[in-house]
């Protein structure tokens, strides 16, 4: 709320969707200063952290069918000595989804519904810059209910491992939610 904005981001993105159902997107994004000055150094200057995104995404749908796969890295710099995102080697960070889905009508209360299916693989490092085994990796399996065109019921599990020698790290969560849109 109080950055000072004087130094904005440069964002750009190239999409292809010249196939039925299928959306191909390529994004970057570059600001000179991705704290706005906002965390001060002991002289009192700011951070003064380059950052670079990267994003690439193909979605494709075919009648019920559908197909999503993401990657993503950020690429950050500077920052004084001992304080920025290589001190805590977060100044490489990345990751990437592949989900397979299937969506049908089902009956519903006021219509018809739709139900959907879904499988996710995913491996990420928000901390790719250090020397430690900090990847995460999981699978993620669920289904979506539409109750309405803009209410959907969800429930998935959630099962994560975290590269390394020490797997008490690793969990399983189930997740329930409402989503709605107006």
């Known amino acids: 709320a109080e950055a000072v904005a004087n130094r904005p981001a440069i964002t750009g993105r190239l999409r292809y969707s010249g196939m039925p159902g299928l959306n191909l997107t390529a994004a970057a994004q570059y600001q000179a200063d991705i704290t706005q000055g906002q965390r001060e150094t002991t002289n009192g200057g700011g951070f003064d952290t380059d950052a ?8 494709y749908r075919s009648g019920g069918a559908g197909l999503k796969a993401m990657y993503a890295q950020w690429d ?11 001190s805590v080697g977060k100044e490489e960070q990345w990751g990437y989804f592949i989900e397979p889905s299937y ?13 959907g299916v879904f499988a996710r693989y995913y491996a990420l490092d928000s901390a ?38 020490d797997d008490s790290q690793n969990e399983d969560r189930l997740n329930i939610g409402i989503g709605w849109q107006f």
């Not at 670079?52 to 979605?59: G, M, Q, V, Y």
């Open 52 to 59: 670079t995104l990267i994003n690439f995404t193909a979605d």
């Open 103 to 115: 969506r049908w009508t089902v009956p519903g209360a006021n219509g018809d519904g739709t139900f």
């Open 128 to 165: 790719a810059g250090d020397n430690t085994d900090s990847e995460e990796q999981g699978v993620t399996v669920g289904f979506n209910y539409w109750i309405h065109p803009d209410v959907v019921l969800k429930m998935d599990y959630d099962e994560i491992n975290f590269d390394g020698e």
């Open 76 to 86: 950050i710099d500077g920052g004084p000595a001992g304080q920025g995102a290589a």
